[in-house]
């Protein structure tokens, strides 16, 4: 997995400092059907309690294991309860934690990864020297003891993840910021009097944005599957929230006699990280034409 970060990060600062225009990157099918499924799991987290036909968290041992039918689309679990709307309460843990997860690392990452590229000098070389930690170590068994530490919840995984993805943010920002400093018109708004704070977050900040966003894109789907995988295993959010590693969690023991009970969470995960890579190669592709 942090093989996979490693080259995301490498692709996005391969874009440099350049620009890219959402209607040019939806001219491609493939960008524009991750769009689509994307926007289709946000309008199903808004709208999951008019969406859910039955309450996520009944249970009805008497209807346990049941088949599809016209009342459960998808069946019911061992407790009786529906699939279908546990799926669609899901979504609302999986992109909210992911992007609160994300928020949390590119507010931290890309203002440390500019303030380090910009002033240069020893400022420079002690946050590079904490970012190098960072980097140096393996993200997940890193997230994973944090979150063992603190307890198993949704906000101490939050919490242990935005600790350790934070410093791929800064190092791209980094690098990008130090690309724009050699560029002529940063000359020429340091001898018009412009302060430091106006050149970082008026004209660095707006430049590095693309590839930020397109890192950004590539690396939500990794969270959205690691947020899976921690609950999974337990340290995640707990139970009985409907959030989709947990139904995984919980249907293991079923997976012979009952193998739909993993099958609908495990697509469900499939489907939305399938949407946020071809969402972010769209961007990638974009980038690298340019």
Request: glycine share 8%; charged share 15%.
């Amino acid at each position: 997995m942090d093989s996979m970060r490693q080259k995301r990060e490498k692709k996005a600062e391969s874009f440099g400092v350049q620009r890219f225009s959402w209607h040019v990157i939806f001219r491609k099918k493939r960008t524009i059907a991750g769009a689509v499924i994307i926007l289709c799991f946000v309008f199903t987290a808004l709208f999951a309690p008019v969406l859910a036909p039955h309450d996520p968290l009944l249970v009805d041992i008497v209807n346990k294991l049941q088949g599809p039918s016209p009342a459960y689309p998808f069946g019911t679990d061992q407790l009786g309860r529906c699939i279908l709307s546990r799926l669609i309460w899901g979504s609302r843990y999986s992109l909210f934690y992911s992007s609160l997860v994300l928020v949390i690392t590119v507010a931290v990452g890309v203002p440390v990864g500019m303030l380090s590229g910009y002033m240069g000098g020893k400022v420079d070389s002690l946050l590079m020297r904490i970012i190098d930690i960072f980097m140096a170590l393996p993200s997940f068994i890193v997230a994973l003891a944090i979150a063992g530490t603190l307890g198993a919840s949704g906000r101490n995984l939050v919490l242990a993840m935005s600790l350790v993805y934070w410093a791929d943010y800064a190092r791209l920002s980094r690098t990008l910021t130090l690309q724009i400093k050699e560029q002529n018109y940063m000359m020429a708004l340091k001898a018009s009097g412009c302060s430091g704070v106006s050149i970082v977050f008026r004209h660095v900040l707006k430049n590095i944005a693309p590839s930020v966003v397109a890192l950004a894109t590539m690396d939500i789907g990794t969270i959205i599957l690691s947020i899976a995988g921690f609950s999974f295993i337990g340290l995640g959010v707990q139970a009985p929230a409907p959030e989709w590693g947990i139904m995984l969690s919980d249907s293991k023991q079923f997976i012979q006699t009952c193998p739909r009970l993993m099958f609908f969470p495990g697509l469900t995960i499939v489907l939305i990280v399938l949407a946020f890579n071809l969402l972010g190669e769209g961007i990638q592709d974009e980038n690298e034409t340019e």
